[in-house]
């Protein structure tokens, strides 16, 4: 089930929420204690993955959880342009400057 609440909505019940630009985040260099990336990667160009991770290492002061589907096609979906298992979620993880500590399947 996908729920998509407006910006609007998600602020009247007390969420701070923040619309910008995935590759030019308006915040400040280490700024967020940390980020989940809940089913984000898979909907950004596998050529454009690494320069977004970037741009997120620079703004998280610590970790960064990643969550997408694996290529198993029962929970792929049309919208999803990039498909990632262990060994190339790594990778681009990695060459963004992340230390991978965890990774499962």
């Not at 619309?19 to 990667?41: M, P, T």
């Not at 991770?53 to 999803?80: A, C, M, Q, Y």
């Amino acid at each position: 089930m996908l729920i998509d609440l407006p910006l609007v909505a998600l602020r009247s019940i007390g969420f701070d929420v923040v619309q910008c630009d995935v590759l030019h985040l308006s915040f400040k260099d280490n700024s967020i204690d940390g980020a989940f990336f809940f089913h984000v990667i898979e909907h950004i160009r596998f050529s454009n993955a690494v320069a977004v991770l970037r741009e997120i290492k620079r703004i998280v002061k610590n970790k960064l959880v990643v969550v997408t589907p694996t290529e198993r096609r029962d929970f792929w979906s049309p919208g999803h342009i990039t498909s990632y298992d262990k060994r190339k979620l790594t990778h681009v993880l990695k060459k963004a400057g992340f230390y991978v500590s965890k990774c499962f399947l």
